[in-house]
């Protein structure tokens, strides 16, 4: 799709001559971007890879970033909400007019409130009262019927953010649960999105994806994908302090869950989308790492994202100083930092908290 040509039109060759004049119409001209939407979901995916600088000084590797807060509703989670709800209409689950019930720290539930509103849904989201304010409000701004549930309920307690969209789901039997944390329909999403965009953003060339793990479908789905086309790619997961994952992947043991305040990262059983065979290592972050990081992030690259993005850079981190010289490493910013502006980017709550 090129600039418009002919009667009231412009030539082609106008059009390089006006654009050479300007840096970022030169841009978009050469990535032939002209294209108009008919949906906000046809937004969607091919977000951009940014290569970070000052945030990582003194490592002698390059190091990519795939800014996922770029989606429409802000975040990863907009890539499996849009294919998820696809499916489920096209083979029946999910009927015209029906009402999508999930669990979500927040992100899922923002990107099903967008499919929601386009696909004339019902949307119940069950949420922790413990989540960012700013999702919380950004989900009533799409009309989300919310369950707020006590974060802080053992996974086992019917009234936990666990169990409580399934017995939603059991009690609704016309509602669709997509169960975002054990449907591998998740991974699927990423493994023919996520995957096959680093893969040709990076031109085949890469040595690590360094992400973190929350439900485990984006790791597992885009490392799927990397794998098949180079074995030799190493996949490196990044659960926080308190998050069962960890151990289970370093010692096959069962552990019990732990404090956390990294929304979206870990959990608090072994759920089903986790594939970790697909997996090289797993690195475990704390919060104050993760959110200094973040804060970091905003201040070196003037990247604004969540805490999980700042769990990824401590990772990549890491990561960097083992493999050395010349390596090239992907990593994702899974979600935008104006969903924190009252917590992490908060001096006051990041100082009751002990991190500063």
């Not at 294209?35 to 990519?64: H, K, M």
């Not at 973190?212 to 490196?236: M, N």
């Not at 870990?266 to 759920?271: A, L, M, Q, Y």
């Not at 010289?325 to 969903?339: E, H, N």
Request: charged share 25%; aromatic share 8%; glycine share 10%.
């Amino acid at each position: 799709m090129g600039f418009p040509t002919g009667p009231g039109g412009i030539s082609d060759s106008s059009c390089r001559c006006r654009v050479a004049e300007d840096p970022l119409a030169a841009i978009l001209f050469a990535m032939n971007d002209t294209r108009v939407i008919d949906r906000i979901s046809d937004a969607v995916g091919w977000t951009p890879l940014l290569r970070l600088n000052r945030s990582v000084e003194g490592l002698d590797c390059e190091i990519f970033a795939k800014l996922e807060f770029l989606n429409p509703m802000g975040s990863v989670k907009d890539r499996i909400a849009r294919y998820m709800v696809d499916r489920a209409l096209e083979d029946g689950q999910l009927k015209p007019g029906g009402t999508v019930i999930e669990s979500s720290s927040g992100n899922t539930a923002m990107g099903l409130a967008m499919m929601s509103v386009l696909k004339d849904l019902q949307c119940t989201m069950v949420v922790r009262r413990q989540i960012s304010k700013e999702k919380l409000d950004c989900l009533r701004a799409m009309g989300v019927e919310l369950v707020l549930v006590d974060g802080n309920l053992p996974p086992e307690n019917p009234e936990s953010y666990n169990l409580k969209a399934r017995l939603l789901a059991e009690e609704h039997p016309d509602w669709w649960f997509p169960d975002q944390h054990n449907n591998k329909v998740n991974n699927e999403a990423h493994y023919h999105s996520t995957g096959p965009e680093i893969w040709r953003q990076m031109e085949g060339r890469i040595d690590s994806l360094v992400a973190g793990i929350g439900t485990g479908g984006t790791i597992c789905g885009a490392a799927r994908y990397l794998k098949e086309q180079d074995p030799s790619i190493e996949i490196v997961a990044i659960d926080p302090e308190g998050s069962v994952f960890y151990d289970w992947f370093h010692e096959g043991r069962a552990v019990e869950p732990g404090a956390c305040l990294i929304e979206g990262l870990g959990d608090e059983e072994i759920i089903g989308c986790p594939e970790f065979d697909l997996l090289d290592d797993m690195l475990r972050v704390t919060d104050r790492d993760a959110f200094l990081a973040t804060r970091e992030l905003a201040q070196t690259e003037a990247v604004l994202a969540g805490g999980s993005s700042g769990a990824a850079l401590w990772g990549v981190r890491e990561v960097a100083r083992r493999l050395g010289p010349r390596a090239r490493i992907v990593t994702l910013f899974p979600d935008s930092g104006t969903r924190y502006l009252s917590t992490i980017f908060n001096d006051g709550w990041m100082k009751e908290k002990g991190f500063l």
